[in-house]
């Protein structure tokens, strides 16, 4: 069983990788976007046409593609004063529970999101000045909660064999 987590991890931790290039991507698309948007500005009295917009989006597409990555680097906030107390075992199990509510958690989030992309697609709904489709950008977040659902998945069973260990 060790052995099936260990793979699952190292599968885990290359997609999180994976998707946190183009998390950087876009990163840089938003310098660029930014700083064309202000050189415009200043010496050539035109700015960039949607630039507020497209950096909202952009902004969305580093938030969700970094997900993952962030959750493998333990980058997330985590208040451990009371676990900290705890033997280790127990606080194994309470890490196993948290793993299992984020992996409920972000598998109903991609789930409800394809969805919620469909509907969007479907209504034709796009953004005000630029006419950008909402869609894409919604299924992008629900593309990222996979990578997140496997590193959850992997640090639940884990934690499940360190409470079992004996």
Same mark, same amino acid.
């Given at each position: 069983? +060790?052995?099936?987590?260990?793979?699952?991890?190292?599968? &885990? *931790?290359? +997609? +999180?990788?994976?998707?946190?290039?183009?998390?950087?991507?876009?990163?840089?698309?938003?310098?660029?976007?930014?700083?064309? *948007?202000?050189?415009?500005?200043?010496?050539?009295?035109?700015?960039?046409?949607? !630039?507020?917009?497209?950096?909202?989006?952009? /902004?969305?597409?580093?938030?969700?593609?970094?997900?993952?990555?962030?959750?493998?680097?333990?980058?997330?906030? @985590?208040?451990?004063?009371?676990?900290?107390?705890?033997?280790?075992?127990? @606080?194994?199990?309470?890490?196993?529970?948290?793993?299992?509510? /984020?992996?409920?958690?972000? !598998?109903?989030?991609?789930?409800?999101?394809?969805?919620?992309?469909?509907?969007?697609?479907?209504?034709?709904?796009? +953004?005000?000045?630029?006419?950008?489709?909402?869609?894409?950008?919604?299924? &992008?977040?629900?593309?990222?909660?996979?990578?997140?659902?496997?590193?959850?998945?992997? @640090?639940?069973?884990?934690?499940?064999?360190?409470?079992?260990?004996?």
């Amino acid at each position: 069983m +060790s052995r099936i987590v260990e793979r699952l991890e190292k599968f &885990a *931790d290359k +997609s +999180s990788r994976w998707v946190t290039v183009i998390a950087g991507i876009a990163l840089v698309g938003m310098l660029a976007i930014t700083i064309a *948007d202000i050189v415009g500005i200043k010496l050539f009295s035109q700015p960039v046409p949607g !630039a507020i917009e497209i950096v909202g989006y952009l /902004g969305v597409l580093v938030t969700a593609f970094a997900l993952s990555y962030t959750l493998v680097e333990r980058g997330h906030v @985590q208040v451990e004063f009371f676990t900290a107390r705890m033997p280790p075992r127990v @606080q194994s199990a309470v890490s196993a529970f948290v793993s299992l509510l /984020g992996l409920c958690l972000f !598998a109903l989030l991609a789930w409800r999101s394809f969805e919620y992309a469909r509907i969007i697609q479907t209504t034709g709904q796009v +953004s005000m000045t630029q006419r950008i489709p909402f869609h894409p950008f919604i299924c &992008a977040i629900a593309f990222c909660c996979i990578p997140v659902c496997l590193v959850m998945l992997g @640090q639940l069973l884990r934690a499940i064999l360190q409470v079992v260990k004996k």
